[in-house]
Each structure stands twice: as C-alpha cells, then as structure tokens.
C-alpha cells in the first residue's frame, strides 16, 4: 500500500489506493464488504473517512489509542488524521464506506453533533431497527456504485441517510450532548483547538477567539468537562503528540518542533508529565 506525506511529515494511507479495487467513475467513495479476520498491527491514518458498519464480529479496534471492543450492530467512525489499528477475529462480517473529503462535506450536516462528539465516541452501538435500516442503505449505495449510469447525487443522499440515522442512535448514548446544547461555546473551543494547538497554546487566545475572558472561560470548561481550559489544549497537543510517535519515524526532536515546541526537553518533560512515561519509551511499546 502505497503511503504520501502531507507537509508536515505525517504518513498517510491515501483513499486512491483503495480506488484501484473498485471498478467506478466515483473517485471519492468506496464501498468494501468485510468478511473474516483481519488484522492491521502497525498504526496509521488516512486522509479520508471512514464509516465501518458491522453485523456478526468480534476484535479490538484501537483508535487514538483507546481500545473498543467490537461486536455485533455497532457503528465505527474514523476521521481523517486519526490513528488506529486492529484486530477482527475469523467469521466477522461487515461493511465500509471510504469517502473523500469533498464528498463528506456534501452530506456532512446530517450529522446533528459536532465532530467532537463522534470523536470522543466513535463506536455506536445500533438497534436491530437501525442496523436493518444501514444496512439497507450500505447496500443500496453498492448497487448504485457499480450500475454504469451511478448518480453521485443518489449515493449522496443515501450518505444523508446514514448520518442521520447513526446520529439517531449516538443521540441515546452522548453522555456529553447536553453539555454542547447548553454552551456551544465548549463546541467552538475545542474546534479552534483542532486549528491553532501547534501555534497557539494559551487560554487567553481562545477566549479571545470566542469574545470571552480567560478567566471565564476556564470557568465554563471547569463546570462542564471537569477540566481546567489550559487542560483541554494540553490534552490536544498530547494527543497529536502520541499520533506522531505511533504513526511517523520523526524524531522527538522533530516532533516537538512540528508541534510548536522550542525545545524538545521541554517538550520530554510535557509528556513525560502527561502520561509518566517519556516519549521514546511510549514508541517502543506495543
């Protein structure tokens, strides 16, 4: 499988690869039926996403480092630039969608929460009515892609329906949904996070960014995610930090300036700080 670099270094597995196995004009989805074990030891990311819908399985699937166990009827979402890795056992079976960036978008708002809530929840667990109604869908969009007069618009609408429906679901289990409901200024935090961590890491930019004080705003995150302001961009940039270990032969060094760092002990205690191990030792273990 053929790997790119984004510019900052970041290896990625890139969805035209998997395009090759799919015999269709569509260059920006692809449909995989999934059937016995399967195994990916090494994490990695991609540049697109993914939406994995399971019927009879078993496995681990580890993203961003927490492991999830997999079963029967469960949802599993991947963004771009998430690392993961895992192992399905024999007589799983299942289906994937990989979809480009641009096509994403065209049905994204069918997704009622914010991407920072699937993030933190990326595994949904289904009914039996929702996952005969994906499935249903899934299958739909596979007839459509290999028809030889495919609408992209069809395939897109049904995409429409999937967000739907999996937000139905992750409706029952987002213990943070209200959270977001009641202050969308946490939502919009977190979000400018995703954009400024490597350059910005100071509560008073962001609380600038959302017209508020610092102080106030440490105070929001304090009363709804039990965490100080400044411990919400720590454990971004943790984050990030643990997907370049895993996922890129940059050194600790590099990391650490690719992630805004001016001095890479200084960036060795941070982590060390955060997880009690340091940096190198984190890349040996398993």
């Known amino acids: 499988m053929a790997i790119k670099k984004t510019n900052q270094n970041i290896p990625l597995l890139g969805l035209q690869e ?5 015999d269709t004009h569509l260059d920006q989805l692809v449909f995989n039926e999934l059937h016995g074990e399967r195994h990916i030891d090494k994490p990695h990311q991609h540049d697109f996403f993914i939406i994995i819908l399971f019927d009879q399985a078993k496995g681990v699937h580890n ?3 927490v492991d999830y166990k997999i079963n029967n009827h469960q949802i599993h979402l991947l963004f771009p630039g998430q690392v993961h890795k895992w192992h399905i056992e024999p007589d799983t079976t299942g289906y994937q969608l990989m979809i480009g960036r641009d096509f994403f978008e065209s049905f994204s708002s069918s997704f009622r929460f914010s991407f920072a809530q699937y993030h933190n929840h ?9 996952y005969n109604l994906l499935e249903y869908e899934f299958l739909a969009i596979k007839t459509e892609i290999e028809s030889q007069d495919s609408l992209q618009e069809l395939i897109s609408s049904r995409t429409s329906v999937i967000a739907s429906i999996i937000s139905k679901e992750a409706a029952k289990v987002f213990s943070d949904h209200n959270i977001y409901q009641t202050e969308p200024r946490i939502a919009k935090f977190q979000e400018l996070i995703n954009i400024n961590f490597k350059e910005e890491k100071s509560v008073s930019f962001y609380a600038s960014k959302l017209n508020i004080s610092a102080n106030y705003l440490n105070i929001l995150c304090k009363k709804y995610l039990k965490i100080s302001a400044t411990e919400v961009i720590q454990q971004r940039i943790l984050l990030e930090a643990k997907r370049h270990l895993k996922a890129t032969a940059l050194s600790v060094k590099e990391i ?4 805004g760092f001016v001095d890479h002990s200084y960036f060795s205690n941070f982590f060390k700080t955060q997880t009690g191990t340091a940096p190198t030792n984190f890349r040996e273990q398993l």
């Open 18 to 22: 998997f395009q090759k196995e799919q």
């Open 63 to 65: 993203i961003d480092f």
């Open 122 to 130: 990326p595994v949904i667990e289904l009914s039996q009515e929702s």
């Open 256 to 259: 650490a300036f690719e992630l």
